[in-house]
C-alpha cells in the first residue's frame, strides 16, 4: 500500500517576490516522475493538527542531478505560508508522483511552449527533457519583471531559448504571452502550455485556427488528488474528467473551457 | 494477547469490522485500491447513484475550512444504465459488502432504483440518501421533511428485498423525528451524518467561492454535532446506527460507537490519507487492547 | 492614505466600527479591560440575563473539539436584580453602545426582562437569545418554532422602547423562516448564529464529556455554516443583520459583512486573544487599504 | 494592552515517563509572579492554524536563578503531546502569569503541603518559598516509582523534608498521600494542597475534623483564563468561583466538593 512518503526537506528558499524553491529528497520516487506530474503534500508540522486539512498539489519543476525534487511555490494562502516555515531536515507527507504527465515521445521536432505565471513551473522539467532532441522555443509570461526574473535565470542557465512577456513591459515584451506568440508568429509542430485558464482557453482558439496539436496541463480545486471523490474534475470532448487522473496533463483539443 | 472481536451487525448484514468507507470518497472501492486494500473495510458504501447520468456542479467544487471540508460535487455519477453495465462487475469483484448510495428527485425515482437494483446479490443493500431537492415539493431536501422521510423509506422497502438504510441530513431541527420516520417507513438501518449545508466566500472575488454557492461541510469540524446527532437518535430508536462525520482516528470512531453507533463511516479522513480505514482499524484495536476490551459490540451504546 | 470610513449602522444603532463583542465571551466589559481598550470595539454585548440568579451547568463546562470549542455554560448570570444594583454601573462607564443579552423560559420571562430594563439610557438595545428551552412547550428552544419567535420578538417589542436584535439559533430547518418570523414579530435587528447543538465524549470514562451532556458548537469550525445562514437571511429579509460564529481574522469578518452582515461579532476568538477585536478591526482596515475600499459600507451584501 | 507574549523555549527535556520540564526565558513576568499562579500557552506552531484552537493552562512549577520560568507538563492529549516537539529557540505565545496564587505571609510556623501526581508540580515552587522562614513538610503521592522519581531528586535536591507514597507501594508508603498522612499523623499550623479532586475532598475533611486551616489549588477545564467566560466555575460557598480569576487557590474552608 503506497501510502503518503515521509520526505525529508533539503533546503527551502525565497527565490522570488513571494516564490519559494522547496527541495526534498525522495529517492524512491524520483525514478518514476514525468514532467507534468504532481506530489500532494501533507502541510501543517503538528500531525495531530486537522487544520490544514487537504493536501496541497504541487507539480513537479525540476529534478536534480541527486534525485531531488524540486518544487516551485507562490505563497497564497494557509498552506503556502506554513510551508514556508519549513527548515531543512524537517518531515513532509508526499503523496505521489501522481496524475499523467507530458507525453513526450518527440524527435526532431518545432515545439512551444508557452506558460503564464506559476504555470511556467511544470514546463521548466519538461523544456529540459525536450531540449535534447528537438527545436524548442519557450514563451513565458508573467505580471511583472519580478515574477519573471527567477525563470528568467532557470532557463537562460539550461541554455534554452525563450522569449518573455510582461503585463507592464518591465522585462521583455509588453502584454502577454499569447500576445507575444501572435506577434512573433511562430509555427510549430506541437506546442505545450499550462497557464490561467484564460491564457489556455486563447492558446487553444489559435492552436485550433493554426492547426497546431498540443498537450495542456490544468489545475482544479483538489480534496483527494486519487481519483476517488471528483473535486476536480474538468469539461471535456468526453465529459468530465478529473484533473487528478485522467489529468492534470490534457491533449489541447479535448478540453472543453466555459466562457 | 487477548483475542478481538470486531464483527458488528446491521440488521441482516454482518460485518467483519465495524469501518466502513463513506459515500463518495472511495469511488467504486477500486479507485483506493493502491492505498487501501479492498478487503479491509466492514463495506464499502459507492457513490451515489441516480437514474440519469448526472454531471454535478460546476467547479470549483471543493474548498478547505477549518478542520473541515465543502464540497459541492453535486452527485455526478454515470446514471443507473451505465452502473449497471460497467460498475456491478467491479462491485462484484470486492469480497466486503457493498452497499450502493441512492439518490432521486421524487419519490418514484427512489422507488424505481430500488426495484432496479433488487435483483444484483451484488449489492449487499441500498443506502438512501435523502438529502438531495424534491423537485415537485418546492426544492426542499426531502429529508428535512418527515413524512417525505416516511414515504422515501416505505416507498424503497416495497421495492427492495435486502436491508434499507435511510441516510439522514443534519440540516433539520429534530433529528430524531426524521429518524422515527425512517422507521416508521420500515427501514433496517440509519445513517448519520450527511454533510451541513455551508458555503464560503472569496473575499478577493467578493462572491461564493464554490461554483454551486453552497456546498456540504464535513471532516472534523462537524464530528461534534454529528455525535449529538448518533446519540440523539441512538436514545430513542431501536434499529441500528451507522455514524459519521469528521472520522479520523480510532478514538473518534470509539466515541460513535459509544454513542450508539454499530458501525461507522470514513469519509473526509479518505480524502486526506487514502489509508484511513486501515489506520482506524488498527485504532480501534489499540483501544480495545488497552482498555481490555474483546468485542466491540460491548461498546455500542455504553455512553448512552 | 485614503480616509477610512467604518462607521455602519443597525437600525437606530450608529456604530463607529462594525465588530461587537458576543455574548458570553467578554463578561460585561471591564473583565477585558487588561487586554482590550473597552473603547475600541463597536458595541459590547453583555452575558445572557434572567430574571433569577442561576449558576449555569454543572463542570466540565468547556471542551476543544477541532477548530472549535464545545460549552455548555449554560447562562451562569446574576439574575436582573443584582444585575440593575450592580453591573448597570459598570456598562454605564462605558462609551460605546452596550448591548444586553436576555434569555428566558417563557413568553412572560422575556416581556418582563423588556420591562424591566427598558428604563435605562446606559443600555444601547436588547439581544434576545431565543436559543433557550420554552420549558411551557415542553423544552424544545424558542427558537426552533416560528410563531414563538414571533411571539417572543412581539412581546420584547411591545415592552421595549429600543432596537430590539433577535439573536437566532442555528439549530433549524429553515433560518429565513425563523428570521422573517422576527421581522414580522416587529424585530429591529437580527444576530446570527448562536451555537450549534454538539457534544463530546469521553472514550476513556465512557460518558458525555461535558456536565451537561450536550454543549454548544463555537469557533472556526462553524463559521461556514454561520455564513451560508447570514447569506440566505441577507437574500431574504431587509432588517439588518449581526453576523458570526468563527470570526477569528479580519478576512473572516469580510465574509460575513460580503454575506449581508451590517456588522460583526467576536466570541470564541476573544477567549484565545484576549485583543482580538482590536486585532480584527486593524485587519479590517488593511483590506480596506488594499482594495482600496473606502466605506465599509459598500461592502455589505456584495456577494449576494 | 497586555496580549499575549511571545516567549522563546530555552529547553524541554522529558524528565520521567510521560513528564517534560519546559524552561522558558520570559524576563518581563518573572518579577511578577508567585506560587500557585498559570500561565496560558499557545500550542501549535503554525499560527494560521485553529486546530489546537484553545490555549492550555499550567502551574509555574519554579523559577530559575536567572530567571526563567519552568513548566512540569505531562502529555495527555493533543496540545501537551505537541508541545514536545518544541526545541530550543522556538517560540510560544504566553498569557500571564494568572489567577491568584497561593498567599504566602507565614513565618516560623508548622506547615503541611500535600501534593498528589501533576498537582505537585506547583508545589515545588511554593515549597521552595516557604521553606526558608517555616518547618515544612511535604507528602506527596502518585501511582509508582516512575511517576514520583522526578519529584523525589528534585526535593532531595532542595533539601526540603518530605515522604512520598504511591498506589503499588514501588516507593516509600504504599497507598494514597491521604493515607500516608493519615498514618504519619503530622499535625500542622496550616496545610497546603494540590491535586486530584477526590484527594482534596478527603484533606478538607480532615483538616475539619483536626481544626487545621489551609489553602488549596483547583483544576477545571478553562478557555479564556483571564475570567470572562465562565469555564471554569467551581462551587465555593461564597457560590461560584472562577478558577482562573478568584483561583486557582481557595482557601481550604470555603471550597465546596461535590460526591
Ligand atoms: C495539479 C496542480 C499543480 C499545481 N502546481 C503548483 C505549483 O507548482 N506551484 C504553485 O505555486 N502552485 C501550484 N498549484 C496551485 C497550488 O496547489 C495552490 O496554490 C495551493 O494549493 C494553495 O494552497 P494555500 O493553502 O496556500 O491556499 P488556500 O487558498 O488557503 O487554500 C485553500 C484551498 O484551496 C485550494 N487552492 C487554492 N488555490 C488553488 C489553486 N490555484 N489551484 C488549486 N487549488 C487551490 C487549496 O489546495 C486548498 O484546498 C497547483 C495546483 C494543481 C491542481
Ligand atoms: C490552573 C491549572 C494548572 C495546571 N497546571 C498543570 C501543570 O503544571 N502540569 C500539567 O501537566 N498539567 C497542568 N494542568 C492541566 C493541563 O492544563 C492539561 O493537562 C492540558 O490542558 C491538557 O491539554 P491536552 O491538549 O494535552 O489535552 P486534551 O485532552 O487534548 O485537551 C482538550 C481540552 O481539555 C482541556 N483539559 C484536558 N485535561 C485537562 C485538565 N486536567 N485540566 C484542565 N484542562 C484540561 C485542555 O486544556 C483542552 O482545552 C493545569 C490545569 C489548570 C486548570
Ligand atoms: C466529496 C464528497 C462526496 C460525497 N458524496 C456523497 C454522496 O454521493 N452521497 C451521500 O449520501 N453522501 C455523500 N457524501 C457525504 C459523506 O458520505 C459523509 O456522509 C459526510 O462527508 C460526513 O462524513 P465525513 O466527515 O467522514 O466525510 C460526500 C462527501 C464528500 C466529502
Ligand atoms: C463561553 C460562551 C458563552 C456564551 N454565552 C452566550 C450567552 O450568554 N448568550 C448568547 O446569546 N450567546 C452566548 N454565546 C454564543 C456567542 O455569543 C456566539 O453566538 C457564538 O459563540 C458564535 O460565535 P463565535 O464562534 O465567534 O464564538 C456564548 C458562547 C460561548 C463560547
Ligand atoms: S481530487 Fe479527488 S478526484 Fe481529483
Ligand atoms: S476560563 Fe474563562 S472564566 Fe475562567
Known sequence: ?259 | MIELDLTTRLASLKLKNPVITASGTCGYGEELKEYLDPDIPGAITVKGLTIKPSVGNPAPRITETPAGILNSIGLENPGLEEFLATKLSVIGKLNVPVLVNISGHSLDDFAFLAEKLAPYPQIAGLEVNVSCPNLAGGGMAFGTDSELVYRVAYRVKENYPGPVIIKLTPNVTDIVEMAEAAVAGGADIISLINTLLAMAIDIDDKRPLLGNTFGGLSGPAIKPVALRMVYQVASRVKIPIIGMGGIMTGRDAIEFILAGASAVAVGTATLIDPGAVARIIEEIKEYMIEKEIKRIKDLIGQAL
Open chain 1, 1 to 259: 500500500m503506497v501510502i503518503g512518503l515521509m520526505v525529508e526537506v533539503k533546503s527551502n528558499q525565497r527565490v522570488g517576490n513571494d516564490y519559494y524553491l522547496l527541495k526534498i529528497r525522495a529517492l524512491e520516487l524520483t525514478d518514476s516522475i514525468f514532467p507534468g506530474q504532481f506530489v500532494h503534500l501533507k502541510i501543517g508540522r503538528d500531525n495531530l493538527s486537522f487544520d490544514p486539512l487537504l493536501r496541497r498539489p504541487f507539480s513537479i519543476h525540476d529534478l536534480s542531478d541527486e534525485k531531488d525534487i524540486y518544487l516551485l511555490y507562490r505563497v497564497v494562502g494557509k498552506g503556502t505560508r506554513i510551508l514556508t516555515d519549513y527548515k531543512t531536515g524537517d518531515k513532509l507527507d508526499l503523496l505521489g508522483p501522481l496524475g499523467q504527465g507530458f507525453k513526450l515521445d518527440f524527435v526532431s521536432r518545432k515545439i512551444l511552449i508557452i506558460g503564464g505565471g506559476m504555470g511556467i513551473a511544470p514546463l521548466y522539467f519538461l523544456a529540459k527533457r525536450l531540449a535534447k532532441q528537438n527545436l524548442l522555443k519557450v514563451l513565458i509570461g508573467g505580471k511583472n519583471k519580478e515574477e519573471m526574473e527567477y525563470f528568467i535565470a532557470r532557463f537562460r542557465q539550461a541554455d534554452i531559448e525563450f522569449a518573455v512577456a510582461t503585463m507592464d513591459g518591465s522585462a521583455g515584451f509588453q502584454g502577454t504571452v499569447v500576445d507575444l506568440w501572435q506577434k512573433d508568429n511562430t509555427q510549430p509542430d506541437y506546442l505545450f502550455a499550462c497557464g490561467p485558464e484564460a491564457m489556455l482557453r486563447e492558446v487553444q482558439v489559435i492552436a485550433q485556427k493554426k492547426g497546431i496539436p498540443g498537450q495542456v496541463s490544468l489545475e482544479e480545486r483538489m480534496a483527494c488528488g486519487i481519483g476517488v471523490c471528483l473535486s476536480c474534475v474538468h469539461k471535456t470532448n468526453k465529459g468530465n474528467q478529473r484533473v487528478c487522473k485522467e489529468g492534470p496533463v490534457f491533449s489541447l483539443e479535448e478540453v472543453v473551457f466555459d466562457d
